[in-house]
């Protein structure tokens, strides 16, 4: 177990498990989780053993974004520059986690508001206990939706669904939130871990190079035209033909066995 007590990072199996640490707080950021949060995904960069990420958060929620007793007004002062902290803690994270050439696999254990609901959704694949419920909070204290929301929401659910959820602040409930295609699937409290447990080592046992090319290309895909990510295709397919994973998975496939990928 490494990290620090605000984030708790235990590699097993290939995967990285990443626990959100304040839950007295909701797990709310102060500056020491941001960069704790920012070191563990480093780290899953880093360390070729580290085949997955599993992000979840400890307690009854699972991230409340900005901690506001670090944001009080009534301390008097100048304004803060909330861009500022934007470029210095959320974004940089925001990049590692798109940028990770592997799985980011999140288990929303509780409540996700503000731009703990964001990092959920930047994530690669969500889970989500039933009870728990997404929270654009930003429009209650006079912000926008950050750390990617305005991205997310816009190009997952459209603008009308985005809008509604950014200037409402209405909770939006987990099996909703599924089936209108926000997350993966919404899963029964007592089974979200066992699941989110047995999907991350799953793919931390898959062939983590293609997984990865296959991350990127569909995190692409938003932006480029179709004759772009085609040859985006060709030029990723080119490289997966060339691993040893896939010369692994056509020799289990022919040999009537399953195959053993070892992510190179
Ligand atoms: O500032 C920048 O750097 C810019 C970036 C901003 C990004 C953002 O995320 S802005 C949005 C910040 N987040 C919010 O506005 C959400 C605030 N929290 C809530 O609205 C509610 O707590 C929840 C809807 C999330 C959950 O409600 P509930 O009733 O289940 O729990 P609770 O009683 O409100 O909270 C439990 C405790 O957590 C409570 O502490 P206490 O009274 O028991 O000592 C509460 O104060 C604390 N808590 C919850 N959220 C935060 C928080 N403390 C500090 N900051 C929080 N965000």
């Known amino acids: 177990m490494t990290g620090s007590s605000t984030v708790l990072a235990e590699l097993s199996g290939g995967v990285l ?12 950021f102060n500056e020491e989780m941001h960069l704790a949060l920012r070191a563990a995904i480093q780290r899953a960069h880093d360390e070729g053993e580290v085949r997955a990420v599993l992000l979840t958060g400890a307690g009854r929620g699972f991230c409340a974004g900005q901690d506001l007793g670090d944001r009080d007004p009534r301390r008097g002062g100048p304004a803060p520059d909330l861009g500022a902290t934007l470029d210095k803690f959320y974004n940089p994270t925001l990049r590692l986690i798109r940028g990770l050439a592997k799985p980011v696999i999140c288990a929303v254990n509780g409540v996700a508001a503000g731009a ?14 039933r009870s728990a419920k997404f929270i654009q909070a930003f429009s209650k204290i006079g912000l926008i939706p950050d750390a990617g929301g305005t991205f997310n929401l816009t190009h997952i659910l459209g603008e009308p669904r985005a809008k509604a959820l950014a200037m409402t602040a209405e909770p939006l409930p987990a099996d909703t939130a599924a089936d209108w295609g926000l997350i993966w699937k919404a899963i029964d409290d007592d089974r979200l871990m066992d699941e989110a447990d047995a999907l991350a080592a799953r793919l931390a046992a898959g062939p983590t190079l293609g997984l990865g090319l296959t991350k990127m290309l569909i995190q692409d895909a938003a932006t480029n035209s179709f004759d772009a990510q085609i040859d ?6 080119r490289i997966a033909g060339r691993s040893r994973d896939y010369a692994e998975g056509v020799t289990a496939f022919l040999e009537k066995r399953a195959a053993k990928f070892t992510g190179q």
Do not use: H, M, W
């Open 232 to 237: 985006r295709e060709r030029d990723s397919q």
């Open 116 to 129: 703990g609901a964001n990092i959920a959704l930047a994530c690669d694949i969500v889970l989500a206990a």
């Open 17 to 28: 498990r990443v626990t959100l640490n304040r839950p007295d707080k909701l797990n709310a």
